[in-house]
């Protein structure tokens, strides 16, 4: 009997310095963290390789392109199950292949890529949505896709997905400090509404309440601090006209309500004559930033930013509950308003047509409760401040 236990422990001996050999021979080659890497983000990785090659074949093909992926690609693991993925690849359109012919050389059918996304390993039942900061560049350097001049007239455009995956407020890091940006294709069934759920700002897009798209990032001639172009500026003051109020500007900036702490706010940023005046969370955008234009005799005359077009009574109405409009200058008595102080920082805006006030409907809090008119009962849902 002791002898066959001695034979099974030196069984077991042998099995076990076998097993400790392969396992150093494995950490000295780094084979071993090589797999492991690969067997904890194979997930990811195809995950981001899918997105990636969605994208660019909406943005660059369509139809018949191909997009293939180099076996260089690396992943980094970061806070909360969110594993970074870059590499390279090739895409290549065949559309434009069969039209061109044999002739044409292959760079011009075939381009190099470079890409990174963001995989969130923890939301994988949900489909594209746990992929963002999709990036590539088909030129290969700093992902973002840097398409060639004749591609876009001389413009250098960036491509990138974000999400708010959560319904919260996410931003994603790219620069368009000097960028047009415009939305090319939302992937959430959330509203994306610029303004509302996506917007842009030095440090990058951000995108809330649920909202999942991809963006594009051109540069442009001439552009101001948000990314619009001189061309969309001038035509919308072109479109603005001469027909606006003569007077000092008094006050330039957002109108905030004492109750909300929201600012009024043109709808859908609607340049139309007839669009909704509301209140909504601000984000320094045009539509929620207004001129307040001395007219004399204690009067003035409020003009949306965005839009040029003067804050007024709906349908020259006077009774409780009558609507909050833009509509172009025309100096009649539902377009003159009285600033009048109620208490520190805050005044009421009084119709000089009938003596009633802006009011947020219902004394909401919500984004999107409409604005209107109504006695003055020292509410602070009747109350505004003219600064941040």
């Known amino acids: 009997m002791s002898s066959n236990i001695a034979i099974g422990n030196a069984a077991q001996r042998r099995l076990l310095y076998a097993v400790s050999t392969v396992f150093a021979l494995l950490l000295a080659s780094g084979n071993l963290s090589k797999v492991s890497a690969q067997g904890s983000g194979a997930w990811a990785i195809v995950q ?11 943005q660059e093909g ?28 090739t895409f290549s359109n065949n559309n434009n292949n069969a039209r061109n012919g044999a002739g044409r050389n292959n760079a011009a059918r075939s381009r190099e890529f470079s890409y990174e996304a963001t995989v969130n ?24 896709s840097n398409r060639d001049n004749n591609d876009r007239g001389g413009d250098r455009t960036q491509s990138i997905h974000c999400a708010s995956d959560d319904g919260r407020r996410h931003t994603c890091a790219i620069n368009v400090t000097n960028g047009n940006v415009r939305m090319v294709n939302q992937k959430s069934g959330a509203l994306c509404v610029q303004g509302r759920t996506w917007g842009f700002d030095q440090t990058g897009i951000w995108v809330d309440r649920g909202c999942r798209a991809d963006f594009e990032v051109s540069g442009g001639r001439g552009n101001d601090n948000y990314g619009r172009d001189n061309n969309r500026d001038n035509n919308r003051d072109n479109n603005r006209g001469s027909n606006r109020p003569d007077g000092r500007v008094t006050y330039s900036g957002p109108i905030m309500n004492r109750h909300s702490d929201k600012a009024l706010d043109v709808t859908e940023q609607g340049m ?3 669009a909704n005046i509301q209140q909504w969370s601000y984000a320094d955008q045009p539509n929620q930033n207004w001129e307040v234009i001395d007219l ?14 003067a804050l007024t009574v709906q349908g020259d109405r006077d ?8 509509r172009g200058w025309n100096a009649t008595p539902q377009q003159r308003w009285r600033m009048e102080s109620v208490n520190g920082d805050y005044y009421r805006i009084v119709s000089v047509d009938n003596g009633k006030c802006l009011d947020v409907t219902q004394q909401g809090k919500q984004d999107g409760a409409s604005i209107q008119l109504w006695d003055y009962a020292n509410q602070a849902n009747q109350q505004w401040r003219f600064k941040r």
């Not at 009774?319 to 833009?326: E, K, L």
């Open 48 to 58: 981001a390789q899918r997105a990636v090659r969605e994208q660019i074949i909406n």
């Open 62 to 89: 369509g139809g018949g392109s191909t997009v293939t992926f180099n076996r260089d690609t690396q992943t980094e693991s970061r806070a909360n199950s969110v594993v970074r993925v870059s590499g390279t690849g």
């Open 121 to 144: 390993n923890r939301n994988r039942n949900s489909g594209y949505s746990n992929v963002s900061d999709i990036r590539y560049d088909l030129r290969g350097g700093r992902p973002g």
């Open 272 to 274: 139309q004559d007839g």
């Open 296 to 309: 004399g005799n204690n009067e003035i005359a409020i003009l949306s930013r965005h839009s040029g077009k």
């Open 319 to 326: 009774n409780n509950g009558a609507n909050i409009i833009q």
